[in-house]
């Protein structure tokens, strides 16, 4: 069976191994447990983990990019590597809330989770 071949259908929703496969990581996540890295998916944000060189574990919001898939942007990205082809190498960049642009990990990420959804914003009154 392919990954994308129907697997099982279930009130009229047809689901593939992938997304069997998928469900199960973002279940296990939601554990609290890491999944290898070879498992994240390429789609969006995540939480990811490495070993940095002086050995300690950092954990950072990061998304992989495909080959061409993010333009390069003097103002956007952080990169000593461009393509000729006008857009970034690919591989996974650091992403926060707190600048609108990207940072490339210098180092491949070993571990990813799924980001926890954010707190409720609690009324006062």
């Given at each position: 069976?392919?990954?994308?071949?129907?697997?099982?259908?279930?009130?009229?929703?047809?689901?593939?191994?992938?997304?069997?496969?998928?469900?199960?990581?973002?279940?296990?996540?939601?554990?609290?447990?890491?999944?290898?890295?070879?498992?994240?998916?390429?789609?969006?944000?995540?939480?990811?983990?490495?070993?940095?060189?002086?050995?300690?574990?950092?954990?950072?919001?990061?998304?992989?990019?495909?080959?061409?898939?993010?333009?390069?942007?003097?103002?956007?990205?952080?990169?000593?590597?461009?393509?000729?082809?006008?857009?970034?190498?690919?591989?996974?960049?650091?992403?926060?809330?707190?600048?609108?642009?990207?940072?490339?990990?210098e180092i491949e990420p070993?571990?990813?989770?799924?980001?926890?959804?954010?707190?409720?914003?609690?009324?006062?009154?």
């Amino acid at each position: 069976m392919s990954v994308n071949e129907p697997m099982t259908t279930t009130d009229e929703k047809i689901y593939t191994k992938a997304d069997a496969e998928a469900l199960c990581a973002v279940a296990v996540a939601a554990a609290g447990a890491w999944r290898p890295i070879s498992t994240a998916p390429k789609t969006r944000t995540v939480l990811v983990g490495y070993y940095n060189e002086l050995g300690n574990w950092r954990t950072v919001k990061a998304r992989y990019y495909p080959p061409g898939s993010l333009e390069l942007d003097e103002n956007a990205i952080d990169y000593d590597d461009p393509d000729d082809d006008g857009y970034a190498p690919e591989g996974w960049y650091e992403e926060t809330e707190t600048h609108d642009h990207v940072l490339r990990l210098e180092i491949e990420p070993t571990q990813w989770m799924p980001l926890p959804k954010p707190p409720k914003v609690q009324n006062d009154g």
